[in-house]
């Protein structure tokens, strides 16, 4: 009797082995990645001292109620990297006051990248199971199953059992 069913058993075999390699070979890991820059701009407070000495003034003669007076003035813009400062300096010598003016800008830019890795489901991927059944007297039979999930969702089957049942079994998963 168990030559009788020797070639299916055989046959049984051989399909599950090709289920499962064509699961293998089809179902290879299949991740992506995508970069979405995200770029944060942030601006940082500096600090900036500036020590200039012996400046080139230009000396202007200003007249205030029809009385001359002398003022001395200075303009220069200085750049350094990514900091700038504009500079407006004056000085009246007959009343001693000084004006300055001054407009200080640093800008600082961040760029941060961040990457999201999607995982593509595999179109095929294998599927093994090992079952039991039970009675009144204990382990009643032992049941192997092996097939194929396809989509991640439908799966096809083929078992067999050691009280010499055999069959194919397809499934749908919710």
């Known amino acids: 009797?168990?030559?009788?069913?020797?070639?299916?058993?055989?046959?049984?075999?051989?399909?599950a082995g090709a289920l499962v390699g064509a699961g293998y070979l089809l179902g290879r890991n299949r991740n992506f990645v995508t970069s979405n820059p995200v770029i944060h701009r942030t601006t940082l407070p500096v600090r900036t001292t500036i020590i200039r000495e012996s400046l080139p003034a230009r000396i202007d003669t200003i007249y205030v109620h029809d009385e001359a007076q002398e003022v001395a003035s200075y303009r220069d813009i200085i750049t350094e990297g990514k900091a700038t400062v504009d500079l407006d300096i004056k000085f009246n010598k007959k009343t001693d006051i000084f004006s300055v003016k001054t407009d200080i800008s640093v800008l600082t830019d961040s760029v941060y990248v961040e990457k999201h890795v999607y995982h593509?489901?595999?179109?095929?991927?294998?599927?093994?199971?090992?079952?039991?059944?039970?009675?009144?007297?204990?382990?009643?039979?032992a049941?192997?199953?092996?097939?194929?999930?396809?989509?991640?969702?439908?799966?096809?089957?083929?078992?067999a059992?050691?009280?010499?049942?055999?069959?194919?079994?397809?499934?749908?998963?919710?």
Do not use: Q
Request: charged share 20%.
């Open 1 to 15: 009797m168990i030559t009788k069913y020797l070639p299916y058993l055989l046959l049984f075999i051989v399909l």
């Open 120 to 141: 593509k489901p595999k179109p095929i991927r294998p599927s093994v199971a090992l079952g039991t059944g039970f009675s009144d007297e204990g382990l009643n039979h």
């Open 143 to 159: 049941t192997l199953d092996a097939g194929l999930i396809f989509a991640n969702k439908y799966r096809i089957t083929a078992f």
């Open 161 to 174: 059992s050691t009280n010499k049942t055999y069959g194919v079994r397809v499934g749908v998963d919710f």
